[in-house]
């Protein structure tokens, strides 16, 4: 079994009226590489006429953005003419690579009639032999995601990218990746196993598990050692989990605002390129 190097708690980031917790990276953890950011938005409940989330156009080069809607919905547009609304259960995996930009904002539904909302942003970095690809967009609606139960139907797991079991991940992933969403009723347990030549993603979004003998609270990140080929926890009470795993690529990394790359001179060409226009157009 592996066991907990540390346990990372969620530092209060809000933007604008937006709850946000941000465990990573954190002044204790720089990332798991590839795993390098993370934004917990919510939980909270926006009242009618509200002005929803306020992530207006922006550019990014050299990561991939991962976007958990638990409640709420999300609004994606981007210069790659991508758009979409994603409503609660449903998943979007945005490859920046080269350059784009794009908008996350709410639809105009829930601005105007309210409502909960819950979101979270994980951002996955991008090797160098990557780091320029094509960019890419896919949005996908809870019912269209890979799922299954475990544990006499006391997990339901929903399987973004990768393999468990006999069960394929929704996304096709340009590197070698395991993400999932696991909702546990309370007292479920979950076994997997893991190579111990991965980094393991561990995130405590809701309720309360127990993990290596230890209780993890939610909003708390779990960094794992590299000393074993599986995991097992238990919820304490109902929870929720972001659960991924994979190998490290073990190169350098420069992040600087939206861009990740490899070096300082990489960075500054970004925000170069940026600025002559080359991550397309804005026609929104």
């Known amino acids: 079994m592996r066991t907990i190097k540390e346990i990372h708690k969620a530092h209060y980031h809000p ?55 638990l409640e709420g919905d999300i609004m994606h547009k981007d210069s790659g003419g991508h758009e979409s609304i994603i409503e609660a259960g449903g998943i979007q995996w945005m490859t920046a690579g ?42 996908l609606q809870k019912d269209e995601i890979t799922a299954f139960s475990t544990d ?37 347990i979950v076994t997997k196993e893991i190579p111990s030549d991965e980094n393991i993603f561990f995130y405590v979004v809701r309720g309360k598990v127990k993990v290596m003998g230890e209780e993890v609270n939610y909003r708390n990140l779990i960094e794992f050692e590299n000393d074993g080929d599986n995991i097992s926890f238990q919820a304490i009470e109902d929870a929720v989990v972001i659960l991924g795993h994979a190998k490290p690529f073990n190169e350098p990394m420069v992040a600087q605002g939206p861009f990740v790359m490899n070096t300082q001179q990489e960075i500054m060409q970004a925000y170069r390129d940026y600025q002559m226009g080359k991550f397309g157009s804005w026609n929104h």
Request: net charge negative; aromatic share 12%; no cysteine.
């Open 98 to 139: 080269s350059g784009l930009i794009h908008a996350e904002v709410s639809s105009s539904k829930f601005k105007k009639e309210g409502g909960e909302l819950e979101i979270l942003q994980l951002w996955v970095n991008l090797p160098a032999k990557y780091k320029m690809t094509e960019p890419r967009y896919i949005g």
């Open 15 to 69: 933007i604008a009226d937006l709850i946000t917790y941000n465990p990573l990276p954190s002044p204790r953890l720089n990332q798991i590489d590839p795993f390098i950011f993370l934004n917990h938005h919510g939980h909270q409940v926006y009242k009618p006429n509200n002005n929803g989330l306020p992530f207006g156009p922006h550019p990014h080069r050299g990561m991939e953005t991962v976007t958990f809607i």
């Open 152 to 188: 006499n139907e006391q997990v339901n797991v929903q399987l973004i990218a990768g393999s468990w079991g006999e069960y394929k991940g929704s996304f096709e992933t340009l590197t070698p990746i395991f993400m999932s969403t696991l909702y546990l009723n309370e007292g479920a």
